[in-house]
């Protein structure tokens, strides 16, 4: 018997005209269109829409670098924008780094030569915000340590993935370990 107490919330039409939004984007290099809801995050329509599970979802908040991607330029967390907001950009995800079929860039080269991998859910944020950095031109000791500081390991491997960024961006990784 139902409690009379108890209100039951209704659920929303989700074919609400206005919550639904054509979209346009080049994404790795291929031009893709969807419709798209209004509250949907960028890192969910890139993981469930496209297949594109590099990109990962780790704190929600931005914090941890997991969902790094790289937007018209400028590495960017995908859980902190609505896939909305990237109609007519261009965004790259660790996918777009290597192709399928294709050899693995420098820095993915670098991370496996060092041992920077450790569980992997941390690598594609790491990769693409290292990426951002190379493809500024500012690249340095110190840079580099910025760029890290934005994205977490859980398994606390940061000595490999130093060695494996100063390797793949300075030439060397011997002194990433000190």
């Not at 991370?111 to 920077?116: K, N, P, S």
């Amino acid at each position: 018997m139902a409690d009379s107490r108890v209100r039951t919330a209704t659920t929303p039409p989700l074919l609400e005209p206005s919550a639904w939004h054509e979209i346009e984007l080049e994404v790795n290099g291929e031009i893709v269109g969807a419709q798209v809801e209004s509250r949907l995050l960028l890192v969910d329509f890139l993981r469930h829409r496209l297949g594109l599970t590099g990109t990962h979802v780790g704190c929600e908040q931005g914090s941890c670098g997991a969902c790094t991607i790289i937007i018209d330029g400028q590495a960017s967390r995908s859980c902190l924008a609505f896939a909305v907001q990237a109609d007519g950009a261009s965004i790259r995800t660790v996918e777009g780094l290597a192709p399928s079929g294709a050899p693995l860039n420098r820095l993915q080269e670098a991370f496996h030569t060092e041992h920077g991998l450790q569980c992997g859910f941390c690598t594609p944020g790491f990769l693409m915000s290292l990426t951002a950095l190379e493809e500024s031109g500012e690249v340095g000791k110190e840079s580099i340590e910025e760029h890290l500081d934005g994205n977490l390991c859980r398994c606390t491997g940061y000595v490999n993935i130093k060695k494996a960024a100063h390797k793949a961006l300075l030439g060397t990784s011997e002194e990433a370990a000190r």
